[in-house]
Nanobody, 119 residues
Framework: QVQLVESGGGLAQAGGSLRPSCSASGGTFCIYDMVWYRQRPGKQRELVATASSGDTTNYADAVKCRITITRDNAKNTVYLQMNNLRPEDTAVYYC?????????????WGQGTQVTVSS
């Protein structure tokens, strides 16, 4: 069982930066794909960025070139460096740990961290 705790959200002005982080415990961090999702007000949860267990990264088109996902396997932590923030980035950001085991999808979620961007 993996426990995930996000932190580092908050309030920023448009054009500013934030760096949420997600710390994991209770599992072998390096074997999980780590994913950041967000849920904007009135919208469904959407994928933002992925850092695979092999450290391959992928991004949603809406955040490419502004957001960088990195993972530190020694610290069991994944980060989301968010630059040039826009009001439409306002959302609750969730950390997800994912892997397949014996043909079954395993997913663990954090409680979310609020990011609010003012114009």
């Amino acid at each position: 069982q993996v426990q995930l705790v996000e932190s580092g959200g908050g309030l920023a002005q448009a054009g500013g930066s934030l760096r949420p982080s997600c710390s994991a415990s209770g599992g072998t961090f390096c074997i999980y794909d780590m994913v950041w999702y967000r849920q904007r007000p009135g919208k469904q949860r959407e994928l933002v960025a992925t850092a695979s267990s092999g450290d391959t990264t992928n991004y949603a088109d809406a955040v490419k070139c502004r957001i960088t996902i990195t993972r530190d396997n020694a610290k069991n932590t994944v980060y989301l460096q968010m630059n040039n923030l826009r009001p439409e980035d306002t959302a609750v950001y969730y950390c997800n740990a994912h892997r397949f085991r014996l043909g079954k999808s395993l997913d663990y979620w954090g409680q979310g961290t609020q990011v609010t961007v003012s114009s």
